[in-house]
C-alpha cells in the first residue's frame, strides 16, 4: 500500500542533512510528526514534551 | 455491530483478506443499510456520523453531526425498533483490524442512561481500544491509537462517498481557496510539518524564555558568587587577624610567665617584696587616716581645748564661789532673822505689861522676863556682829566673779570629743609609726638590687597583663563579628547551590530546534511542489486506466492550489467533459493522493457508480478491484449501479466476499430452506414456506445479511 517511497520523508531527511542534523534526530523527529500529525493542536502537550525530549537527548 | 441502522441484533461481517484479491461489494436496494454499515465503522472509529459535506460556490460546507437517537422525524443512527421496544437501549460496534503496525481492537458502545433517552445527552458512551499490549478506556489515549490506524482528517480518502463525488469534482475545479486544498494538505501529511513546526516554535519560546532566566540566574549567581569571594576574604581577613592577636596574646602569656619564673626564683625575695608593698600600701592609707584625724583633732581643739584645759583649774574656783553665795545666801538671812527678833524683842520691851502675849495669862515675874528679854536681843547683837565681821564678799560680788568664770567653761561634750580625737589622733600615729618601722626593717633585709629587680619585674609584668587583657578584648570583638559572617556566607552558598547556572544546554536545545524549524519550512515549501507533481502524475495514470477514451485524453492537471481539470492529449484543457468523466477525474486524484499519503488503510465506497456511465463503472472495478492493488477496497453498491450477477460473474476472480442487503419482504424464496414454494400474504405482511411451513413477518424492515456465493 502507499507510494513506493516516501516524498515527503525524503525531503525532509535532505533538508534535514544540509541543516547538520543527524539521521537519527531527524528519523525520531519526523516518526514522532508522523504518528501525531492527526492530534489537534489543542491536544498536543504531550507531544510536545517528547519532542522536547528527543531533542535534549541529541545535546 | 448491534442495533445500528435497519440492523437489529448483533451481525458479524468478516473482511479476511486472502492476500490475493481485494475486492468486497455489499448490494443492496435503497434502505437496506448499505450507507448504515459504512456510518457503523465511522461511528466507531471517530465516534460521529456526519451528514454528506456539500459544495457551495466552489467552496466546502460541513456536514451536520447526524443523533443516535431522537424523534420519529429524526434518521437517528441507532435501529428504530431498539430504540423504542429495548428496555435499556444500546449501541455498538466492534472493528478489528490489522496492518503493518500490528492489531487493532476498537469497541465503541452507548448505552441509554434513562428508559427513553430523547437525545444524545442521555446516552452513556464508552470506547476501549486494544492496540498491541496495550488496553485502555481512556477516551482520549483510546482515540490517539484509533488515529494512527484511520486518521479522522484523511476519512475522504478512503471513506468515499460517491454521492459526494459531483461535489467534490465542483471543489476540485472551481477557483476556490477553501475547496479541498486542506483536506488534501492532510492527506499529503503536511499537518505534520505545520503543527510539528508549531510545536517546536512553543518549545522554543520556552526555551528563550528558560536562557533569558537562565541569563538573569547566571547575572545573579555572578553577583552572589562576588559578594561570597568578598565575605570570605572578610572572613579570612578576621581569622588572620585573630590568629595574629593569638600569636600576640601566645607571646604575652610567654613573657608573662618568664616573668613569673623569674620571681619564683627570688621567691623569698618576693614575699619580703610582696610584704613591703603590702606595708607601704597600708602605710600609704594610714598616712591619709593620719591626716584625717588630724585635720578632726585640729578642729576639735578650736576654741574648745583651751577652754577645757583652763577650767579644769577654774571649775575649783567655781565652785567656792558657788559655795561662798550659798553661804552668803544664808548669812544675810540671818541678819535678817537677827534683826526682826531683835526689833521684834526690842518692842516687846516697850509695850510689855504683865500679861503674857503669847498665852495672855498674867506674867508672874515681869522682871525677870524683861530682863530675859534684853539678853536676847543682846545675845543677838552679838551674833550679829559676829556674822557682819566674817562675811568677806557681797552675793552681787559673788555674783560677778562667777559669771566671769562660766563664760570659761566648755561645752559638755568637748572635752569626750576633744578626748576621742586625742585618742583617735594617737592611735593613727602610732599605725603609722610602727608601719613605718616595719617598712624599714624590710628594707634592710632587702637589697637595692632586688627591690630593682623586683620593681622592674613587677612594672614589665603589669604592662605586659594589661597588654594581654587589652588583646584578649581586641580578640573577643574581632571574633563576636565572625558568626554574621559565616551566617552570610552560608547564606550566599545556600542560593548559590551546587551548581553553576548552566544556560549552554539550552543555547544548544534553541540552535537544533532552529535548524528542524528551517528544515521543516523548507520541507513544507519544497514537498507541496514536488507532491502535487507527484499526485498529478499519479492521477494521470490513474485516470488513464479508467477512462474509456484513452487516446483523447492524457491525463489530469492539477495547479498550485490543486484545483483539477482533464488534460487533453493535445496539451489543451478538456473545456466540456462529460459527469462521468469528472467523477473518474475526482477518484484518479483521490487515489493518487491516498497513494502519494502512504495511508496504509482499506477503502470504502458508498454507491461507487451513481454517476458513472456503464463503461466507468467497469473500467473503475477493474482499476481498484485489480490484484495488484495495495489496499482492499469495498463497495456499497445500489441494485441499479452494479448488478448483482453481472459483477459476480464479471469480477467474481477479484472478490474476497459479496453480501447482499434485503428486509424480509424482499425474499422470494424460503429464508430456512431457501425453497422458492412461497405464498405471500400482503393483508397479514406474512411470508409462508409451503416446503418447510417456515414463516416470516414481511413487514420488518430490520435487514438480513446474506452472503453471496461467488
Redesign the interface.
Same mark, same amino acid.
Do not use: C, W
Given at each position: 500500500? /502507499?507510494?513506493e517511497s516516501?516524498?515527503?520523508e525524503t525531503?525532509?531527511f535532505d533538508? /534535514?542533512r544540509?541543516?547538520?542534523?543527524s539521521e537519527k534526530?531527524?528519523r525520531e523527529?519526523?516518526d514522532l510528526?508522523?504518528?501525531?500529525?492527526?492530534?489537534p493542536?489543542g491536544?498536543?502537550e504531550h507531544?510536545?514534551a517528547q519532542?522536547?525530549k528527543i531533542?535534549?537527548n541529541?545535546? | 455491530m448491534k442495533d445500528i441502522g435497519p440492523f437489529r441484533g448483533t451481525k458479524v461481517i468478516a473482511f479476511e483478506d486472502d492476500g490475493k484479491k481485494n475486492g468486497y461489494a455489499f448490494f443492496g436496494a435503497n434502505g437496506r443499510g448499505k450507507t448504515s454499515i459504512y456510518n457503523a465503522m465511522k461511528w466507531c472509529l471517530w465516534g460521529e456520523v456526519k451528514t454528506r459535506v456539500r459544495a457551495s460556490r466552489g467552496s466546502k460546507i460541513s456536514g451536520r453531526r447526524r443523533p443516535i437517537v431522537g424523534n420519529s422525524d429524526e434518521n437517528i443512527l441507532m435501529n428504530r425498533e431498539a430504540y423504542e421496544n429495548d428496555k435499556i437501549q444500546s449501541m455498538s460496534v466492534i472493528i478489528l483490524a490489522e496492518n503493518d503496525n500490528g492489531e487493532i481492537q476498537i469497541t465503541r458502545e452507548v448505552v441509554s442512561k434513562t428508559t427513553l433517552p430523547r437525545s444524545d445527552d442521555e446516552l452513556r458512551e464508552e470506547l476501549t481500544v486494544v492496540f498491541g499490549d496495550e488496553s485502555t478506556s481512556d477516551k482520549s489515549r483510546a482515540q490517539e491509537l484509533i488515529e494512527k490506524f484511520f486518521p479522522r482528517e484523511l476519512q475522504q480518502f478512503f471513506f468515499i462517498d460517491g454521492e459526494a463525488l459531483e461535489e467534490y469534482t465542483e471543489m476540485m475545479e472551481k477557483d476556490s481557496t477553501l475547496g479541498l486544498k486542506e483536506e488534501i494538505e492532510s492527506v499529503l501529511r503536511i499537518p505534520s510539518m505545520t503543527r510539528g513546526i508549531k510545536n517546536l516554535e512553543n518549545i522554543r519560546k520556552k526555551t528563550k524564555a528558560s536562557i533569558a532566566i537562565a541569563k538573569n540566574n547566571s547575572k545573579n549567581f555572578s553577583q552572589h558568587e562576588n559578594d561570597l569571594i568578598s565575605k570570605n576574604k572578610e572572613l579570612a581577613s578576621l581569622n588572620q587577624e585573630i590568629t595574629s592577636l593569638d600569636v600576640r596574646i601566645d607571646g604575652i602569656k610567654s613573657k608573662i610567665a618568664t616573668i613569673h619564673e623569674q620571681m619564683e626564683e627570688n621567691k623569698e625575695m618576693l614575699i619580703l617584696f610582696r610584704q613591703m608593698e603590702e606595708y607601704e600600701t597600708q602605710l600609704s592609707s594610714a598616712e591619709v587616716q593620719l591626716k584625717r584625724s588630724s585635720e578632726q583633732r585640729v578642729d576639735s581643739f578650736k576654741d574648745k581645748a583651751w577652754k577645757v584645759m583652763i577650767w579644769k583649774r577654774v571649775r575649783a574656783i567655781y565652785d567656792e564661789c558657788e559655795s561662798q553665795v550659798d553661804a552668803a545666801n544664808s548669812v544675810d538671812f540671818q541678819i535678817k532673822n537677827l534683826n526682826i527678833q531683835i526689833k521684834k524683842s526690842e518692842k516687846e520691851i516697850g509695850e510689855m505689861n504683865d500679861i503674857c502675849s503669847y498665852c495672855d495669862q498674867k506674867i508672874p515675874d515681869l522682871e525677870k522676863y524683861i530682863q530675859k528679854k534684853k539678853d536676847d536681843i543682846k545675845n543677838n547683837k552679838i551674833r550679829l556682829k559676829k556674822i557682819q565681821e566674817e562675811s568677806v564678799l557681797s552675793i552681787d560680788e559673788l555674783k560677778m566673779k562667777i559669771g566671769k568664770i562660766i563664760a570659761m567653761k566648755p561645752g559638755r561634750t568637748d572635752e569626750e570629743r576633744i578626748g576621742k580625737s586625742e585618742e583617735y589622733w594617737k592611735s593613727d600615729i602610732r599605725k603609722v609609726k610602727n608601719l613605718k618601722e616595719k617598712i624599714e626593717k624590710l628594707q634592710g633585709k632587702i637589697t637595692s638590687e632586688s627591690k630593682d629587680l623586683m620593681g622592674e619585674l613587677g612594672k614589665d609584668l603589669g604592662i605586659k597583663e594589661a597588654n594581654l587583657r587589652k588583646l584578649q578584648i581586641d580578640k573577643e570583638n574581632l571574633s563576636s563579628k565572625c558568626p554574621s559572617i559565616i551566617n552570610e556566607i552560608k547564606k550566599l552558598e545556600l542560593k548559590l547551590g551546587n551548581n553553576k547556572p548552566d544556560s549552554s544546554s539550552e543555547f544548544n536545545m534553541d540552535m537544533i530546534i532552529g535548524k528542524l524549524i528551517v528544515t521543516m519550512k523548507d520541507t513544507m515549501e519544497n514537498y507541496r511542489e514536488q507532491a502535487r507533481s507527484l499526485v498529478e502524475e499519479n492521477a494521470s495514470e490513474v485516470f488513464m486506466q479508467v477512462t474509456n477514451a484513452p487516446a483523447t485524453f492524457a491525463g489530469i492537471k492539477l495547479d498550485k492550489e490543486f484545483r483539477a481539470q482533464i488534460l487533453l492529449k493535445s496539451g489543451r484543457i478538456a473545456t466540456a467533459p462529460s459527469s462521468g468523466m469528472k467523477s473518474m477525474m475526482t477518484i484518479s486524484i483521490i487515489d493518487a493522493l491516498r497513494r502519494v499519503s502512504t495511508l496504509n488503510a482499506p477503502i470504502f465506497f458508498d454507491t461507487p457508480g451513481r454517476s458513472l456511465d456503464e463503461p466507468h463503472k467497469i473500467a473503475q472495478l477493474n482499476y481498484f478491484w485489480r490484484l495488484d492493488h495495495d489496499s482492499q477496497f469495498l463497495i456499497f453498491a445500489h441494485s441499479g449501479e452494479y448488478k448483482i450477477d453481472t459483477t459476480i460473474n464479471e469480477f467474481g476472480d477479484r472478490i474476497v466476499s459479496a453480501w447482499e442487503l434485503t428486509f424480509p419482504g424482499d425474499h422470494k424464496k424460503c429464508l430456512k430452506c431457501n425453497s422458492e414454494n412461497i405464498m405471500h400474504s400482503k393483508k397479514q405482511n406474512r411470508a409462508n414456506c409451503l416446503e418447510c411451513e417456515y414463516n416470516w413477518d414481511t413487514s420488518e424492515e430490520n435487514t438480513i445479511i446474506t452472503e453471496i456465493k461467488i
Open positions: 500500500m /502507499g507510494s516516501d516524498l515527503l525531503v525532509f533538508y /534535514g544540509k541543516n547538520n542534523l534526530l531527524l523527529v519526523f510528526l508522523i504518528d501525531t500529525q492527526f492530534i493542536e491536544e498536543r507531544i510536545e519532542l522536547k531533542i535534549k541529541h545535546i | -
